[in-house]
């Protein structure tokens, strides 16, 4: 494994390193707008958004939309605010994520340290499967969960996030552990480690970049997720997501922009936020292992 | 005899919450998630709570209801239905039809549904002549609402005639005013498109083509001269109108930006949270070329299955509420729509209100009351949105007035 | 290649040996439900009369017969290729640039990174009203250039029913390509640096460094990003849903859209399924060969 600093040692001119600066400045610019226009709106009254320019700054700050959008704004018959649902998304997203990565951990040291006759092939599918379409689940899932009496609640749907999420976690953690030097785990084997011995003692404690990844990518991927939140959690137990949805999409009445901004926002702050601490360890933990194979 | 009704009502609500042993629930699935629907379901999930019935709320929203649909899908195949969902027109008899829907026959005798509801309003409400669902208001989808200030300046009389209409249309665009406020969505060409057809070929052409989908209605030169209307239109609506929602359309007609807008009467809603009034600021006079016919759509609560004895009792009480003529009022004055029931005295809603619900009445006696394709009360979904997709191609250019009709009848065909 | 079953048979070092098997046995098994045996049952519904519910009336071609003659169909698949292709190539582009760019020892790389990156977090659930402004002629990037002086700026794309396919293009790289750049990154911070210094000593320039020593070696860098771009790319859904509705029109109509609308919104299940069939088709037609040759070369 490299070590993370590792520039390249390439020389170049001063007149291409100016060229450099301004092209990464553009697109940072360029991946900033978006997010700059909810920013701003989001920090306006009403009545400066409908007259104005969409990206000018706020010329009387406001920070209501937000107190808004936190307790008091509108989802459905009750004037909850998104309180309530941002801690069902919590509610949801941590066991499945937790729950995913101990999985595809386990799944990738099977795969890599233990190799069986036939275990490419069924590498295969696992990984096949982060490709299904998850429109055509849904009925067939739905029944399934009414079977099992989980329909409608969190743990219904931890279970669903679990099942699609272990295809990606089992691939990232297969890619790492491949790389991992097999002579150790054996050697072990020889002075009569177990199997969780093993897993517990040598493997787990040098996969601190993967599971970084594979947290981030499941954080991301389940806390965003509308379709099966809408489906197998709505009412008291739904995601934030859908909360979201209910507050943006409302087909009639004056849409309070400011409002449906600071909501986005707050929508997006947790995945941000593990962007943004994480996201080092992100680029450190596919350089480790997905990429590399 | 109505103070009678509402005291048999009152009392039946009491009883059913009454014999309740332990707390009752219902589960409201709808989409009605914007600040003055809710608060107009707010005031039934009041009444409800007063008997003692408490409400589970789970609003879906988007896509006109759409999404609410595909959660209820997942609800019913995981054998967990809410106990009822806000439904429109032929989906309610598609649940009908796959049995996943509650018998309320006992008390729609008992209060006598069958004389106060519209047969036009029964045939979506009833399956196999039994009540299933609770209709909540009606709406009609072929007004014009027009800007009176804008149509003072430009001299412009209320049209009664399509070519008046044009007119009034040409003098807007001359005078630098956009004619026509819309919004390039789907279903809001497809609402125009209901009163083109009508327009042009009359309760009869409407009914042999959108109801029975007859494929020589479909394709006929009637057909093609109602698209030709189309794209008259479509010469009178700004370059910018693509994806806009109807609220801003409506927008620009409060602003004094356009003339006129073609949508159905929750548009008042608009108007008058923009705190204005009807007759007065606005106006809203029928499609020309529509008067005497009504297309409708209508809101209804559908009441599903529900096994537990308690949960029964609680959809009972809610049926009660939702057919009650105070809710009726209530939640319709918010919605701009008109009540479900013919009894209900119209004193209390506005000039258009008031229009509304004579013309209802007229069009219903005259058999001139519709209900409107492009809200899913004509024909079933996979026919509906057949026609959403030619009606949308053709108003966005990519067909002349021939080759659309001619493509209605080949997607008419494949969705049946 | 097995765990070592030689030593002695009894029950600790028979279970030893059992359990690699044993622990990746429910992840098979809810494999088999969850994904193999839901696409099964898809395969079985295209089949099948199915319409609000599933139901099992056998029609066999039928649906097929029918998608094929269905013009939104068309339009979705033509789109797909048009976006795909774009979508991946640009992507593509886009995050081997700001790779290579960012690897040049460049101050603020901290700052930089996450900045590219944070779109992925975000659903467009979140960011599509934003992207709808930005896009709009009225209040968007069109506005501003007018407010700012510019006059005759223009763009319109969304509203145009040849260009808005492109819209979406533009948002989608806006959200993957920092992903892309992360992958490539990852790579060429992988890429030994004394390889380089002896190109360097031996007079190679900058550009034939790049296109004969550190081009080829991110082979694996490309073929991953490769796949999840493609899988994006045909998941794609709530991007068009946000954006443009499917509009102008059908004009932005994916496969994933028309799929939904079918099973859900039409009740036409049976038809719906046999989209879906033709898109998991399509997907296995890109991912197998790819599997296939990935996984045997790493044996």
């Not at chain 2, 073609?262 to 949270?273: P, T």
């Not at chain 3, 709530?238 to 009740?267: C, E, H, K, Q, W």
Request: glycine share 8%; proline share 4%; aromatic share 12%.
């Amino acid at each position: 494994m490299a070590v993370a600093s590792s520039d390249t040692a390439i020389r170049t001119s001063r007149i291409t390193r100016a060229f450099i600066y301004l092209f990464l400045l553009l697109f940072a610019l360029f991946y900033l707008l978006p997010f700059g226009i909810m920013l701003v709106n989001s920090l306006k009254p009403l009545s400066e958004i409908t007259g104005g320019n969409m990206i000018a700054l706020p010329r009387e700050w406001t920070i209501e939309p937000w107190l808004s959008a936190w307790s008091t704004a509108q989802i459905g018959v009750q004037p909850t605010g998104l309180r309530p649902y941002f801690i069902n998304s919590l509610m949801m997203a941590i066991p499945a994520v937790i729950l995913s990565t101990v999985v595809g951990a386990l799944n990738g040291y099977v795969l890599t340290k233990w190799r069986f006759r036939g275990d490419t092939i069924i590498f295969g599918m696992l990984l096949f499967s982060c490709f299904i379409p998850f429109q055509i689940v849904l009925i067939p899932m739905a029944r399934i969960l009414g079977i099992l009496q989980i329909a409608g609640t969190t743990p219904g749907l931890i279970m669903v996030h679990f099942v699609y999420g272990i295809g990606f976690t089992t691939l990232y953690f297969r890619n790492y552990y491949a790389a991992f030097p097999t002579e150790l785990v054996r050697a072990a084997q020889i002075d009569g480690a177990g199997f969780f011995q093993i897993f517990w003692r040598i493997m787990l404690p040098s996969s601190g970049p993967i599971i970084a990844v594979s947290f981030i990518w499941q954080f991301t991927n389940i806390w965003n997720d509308f379709l099966f939140g809408a489906s197998f959690a709505s009412g008291d137990a739904a995601p934030m997501t859908v909360a979201l949805n209910n507050l943006v999409n409302s087909s009639t009445g004056v849409r309070e922009y400011n409002v449906h901004f600071a909501g986005a926002i707050m929508a997006a702050a947790p995945t941000l936020l593990v962007y943004i601490v994480a996201g080092r360890y992100f680029v450190r933990g596919l350089m480790a292992g997905s990429v590399k194979g | 005899m109505t103070m009678m009704k509402k005291l048999h009502m009152t009392a039946a609500v009491v009883a059913l919450s009454t014999t309740a042993v332990a707390a009752q629930e219902v589960e409201v699935l709808h989409w009605w998630t914007s600040g003055g629907e809710a608060a107009a379901v707010g005031t039934l999930r009041d009444t409800l709570a007063a008997g003692g019935v408490s409400w589970l709320d789970m609003p879906v929203a988007g896509g006109g209801g759409s999404d609410a649909m595909t959660v209820l899908r997942a609800r019913v195949t995981a054998g967990d239905p809410p106990t009822a969902v806000q439904m429109l027109g032929f989906s309610i008899q598609d649940w009908a039809a796959e049995g996943a829907l509650a018998n309320l026959d006992a008390l729609a005798a008992e209060q006598g549904w069958g004389d106060v509801v519209p047969a036009a309003l029964q045939a979506f409400s009833t399956y196999d002549g039994h009540w299933v669902a609770a209709p909540v208001n009606v709406h009609s989808t072929n007004w014009v609402w027009a800007n009176t200030a804008l149509m003072a300046e430009l001299g412009i009389e209320q049209p009664t005639s399509w070519d008046e209409f044009v007119a009034a249309m040409e003098a807007a665009e001359a005078a630098g005013y956009v004619a026509l406020a819309h919004g390039g969505q789907a279903w809001q060409d497809a609402t125009i498109f209901d009163s083109m057809v009508m327009g042009v070929g009359g309760p009869d052409f409407y009914q042999a083509s959108m109801v029975d989908l007859d494929p020589e209605a479909l394709g006929s030169a009637t057909m093609v001269e109602a698209f030709q209307r189309m794209e008259t239109l479509r010469g009178f609506v700004d370059d910018n109108f693509s994806g806009r929602d109807w609220n801003l359309a409506t927008a620009m007609v409060i602003n004094g930006e356009a003339l006129f807008q073609i949508m159905g009467d929750w548009a008042k809603g608009e108007f008058v949270n923009a705190g204005l009034t009807a007759g007065n600021e606005f106006q809203c006079f029928r499609v020309p070329g529509t008067e005497g016919t009504v297309t409708f759509n209508s809101d209804q609560f559908a009441m599903f299955n529900v096994t537990d004895a308690s949960a029964q009792e609680a959809q009972l009480a809610m049926a009660s509420a939702v057919m009650s003529p105070e809710f009726q009022v209530a939640f319709n004055l918010v919605k701009g729509s008109v009540p479900a029931r013919t009894d209900i005295p119209s004193d209390q809603f506005d000039a258009c209100g008031q229009m509304g619900m004579a013309q209802l009445a007229e069009a219903a006696a005259s058999g001139g009351l519709f209900g409107s394709m492009a809200h899913g009360h004509a024909n079933p979904p996979s026919v509906q949105n057949a026609m959403y997709d030619v009606i949308t191609a053709h108003f966005n250019g990519e067909y002349d007035a021939e080759t659309a009709a001619a493509e209605l009848v080949t997607a008419v065909e494949i969705a049946q | 290649m097995a765990a070592s079953t030689d030593t002695g048979a009894d029950f600790r070092t028979r279970l030893q040996g059992w359990l690699p098997k044993l622990v990746l046995s429910p992840s098979l098994a809810v494999m088999v439900i969850f994904v193999y045996g839901f696409i099964a049952f898809t395969i079985y519904l295209s089949f099948t009369d199915s319409r609000m519910l599933p139901s099992y009336g056998w029609v066999g071609w039928q649906n097929y017969d029918r998608l094929f003659r269905i013009r939104e169909w068309d339009i979705a698949i033509t789109n797909l290729a048009i976006f795909a292709s774009l979508y991946i190539a640009i992507s593509t582009v886009i995050g081997l640039s700001l790779a290579i760019f960012l690897d040049q020892k460049i101050r603020g790389e901290g700052i930089l990174r996450p900045i590219f990156l944070y779109p992925m977090a975000l659903s467009f659930i979140v960011t599509g009203t934003a992207w709808k402004w930005f896009l709009d002629p009225a209040i968007g990037i069109e506005n501003t250039m007018h407010l700012w002086g510019w006059e005759s700026f223009t763009f319109d794309w969304i509203k145009d029913r040849e260009m808005a396919i492109y819209t979406v293009v533009i948002a989608a790289v806006w959200q993957s390509s920092g992903f892309v750049m992360a992958m490539f990154l990852a790579g060429l911070r992988g890429i030994d640096n004394e390889i380089l210094k002896a190109a360097q000593i031996d007079g190679a320039s900058n550009w034939n460094l790049y296109r004969r020593i550190i081009l080829p070696q991110l082979r694996p860098a490309f073929l991953s990003a490769f796949v999840i771009l493609s899988h994006l790319a045909i998941k794609s859904y709530d991007l068009v849903i946000a954006l443009t509705g499917g509009g102008p029109g059908n004009a932005t109509a994916l496969p994933a859209t028309f799929m939904y609308s079918y099973t859900f919104t039409r009740n036409q299940m049976g038809i719906g399924a046999s989209s879906a069939v033709i898109m998991l088709m399509t997907i296995a037609a890109i991912m197998v060969p790819y599997l296939y040759a990935e996984l045997k070369e790493k044996k």
